[in-house]
């Protein structure tokens, strides 16, 4: 049974940082696209980040949202699979529910940023920023 679970999540101040993990059970991923995605209170969910896994390939080509580029960082850990979003620079709009998802369903080195793309999907973890 795969399971993707979120933790990190807390409540910081405005300019804080945060670093988001998804430990992956179940599967390998050694193909496939994992991303970090939030959905605010009335809000569409949306993509933070995502990137290309490949056991082939040294390359994890990430790819990010406008809002979060410069200030989020994905990254991989390859010996366990854990997927991390380090978050610098925190804003009251980054405040959502986070979530991690996997996808094994690939059309190239460019991760998907649709929701709709991912399979398998975290319970999520909150993150709040305060002004």
């Known amino acids: 049974q795969v399971q993707l679970v979120e933790s990190g999540g807390d409540s910081v101040q405005a300019g804080g940082s945060l670093r988001l993990s998804c430990a992956v059970s179940g599967a390998s991923f050694r193909r496939s696209y994992m991303g970090w995605f939030r959905q605010a209170p009335g809000k569409e969910r949306e993509a933070v980040a995502c990137?290309?896994?490949?056991?082939?390939?040294?390359?994890?080509?990430?790819v990010y949202d406008d809002h979060v580029r410069g200030r989020f960082t994905i990254s991989q850990d390859r010996s366990e699979g854990t997927l991390y979003l380090e978050m610098n620079s925190l804003k009251p709009e980054d405040t959502a529910m986070y979530y991690c998802?996997?996808?094994?369903?690939?059309?190239?080195?460019?991760?998907?940023?649709?929701?709709?793309?991912?399979?398998?999907w975290g319970q999520g973890t909150q993150v709040t920023v305060s002004s």
């Open positions: 998802a996997a996808s094994t369903r690939i059309f190239g080195s460019r991760c998907r940023t649709d929701p709709s793309d991912y399979a398998y």
């Open positions: 990137l290309y896994v490949s056991s082939a390939d040294f390359g994890s080509h990430p």
